[in-house]
Nanobody
Framework: QVQLVESGGGSVQAGDSLKLSCEIF????????LTWFREAPGKRREGLAT???????QYQRSVKGRFTISLDKAKMTLDLQILSLDVEDTGMYYC???????????????????WGQGTQVTVSS
């Protein structure tokens, strides 16, 4: 059974950097899209960055330049490097896996079959 396990969250100060990781277990698909989502308090879940099996990455406009998504294919670990954290980055961060490459809708939660349990990031000023 596919399993996603996030780690790396915590309480940080504004301006700090953080790396979140998502270990992906028993994932047999060769075509896929992997996305990091964030759910901030009182807001809907938002897609932030996507890694496609082709190696192409895509970013939400609001995080481009500060967030970097990468995948270690040997370890099937999906990382999200976040620079210059802001209080607006506070939220629960989830990784999600779609079992085919998504040409569109890679930031739409309903297109993803597998989810991790989330890791909390809290940024204080």
């Amino acid at each position: 059974q596919v399993q996603l396990v996030e780690s790396g969250g915590g309480s940080v100060q504004a301006g700090d950097s953080l790396k979140l990781s998502c270990e992906i277990f028993r994932f047999p698909f060769n075509s896929y899209s992997l996305t990091w989502f964030r759910e901030a308090p009182g807001k809907r879940r938002e897609g932030l960055a996507t890694y496609h099996d082709s190696g192409i990455t895509q970013y939400q406009r609001s995080v481009k330049g500060r967030f970097t998504i990468s995948l270690d294919k040997a370890k099937m670990t999906l990382d999200l490097q976040i620079l210059s954290l802001d209080v607006e980055d506070t939220g629960m961060y989830y990784c999600a896996a779609a079992t085919s490459r998504l040409g569109i809708g890679y930031f739409t939660p309903s297109n993803f079959k597998y989810w991790g349990q989330g890791t909390q990031v809290t940024v204080s000023s």
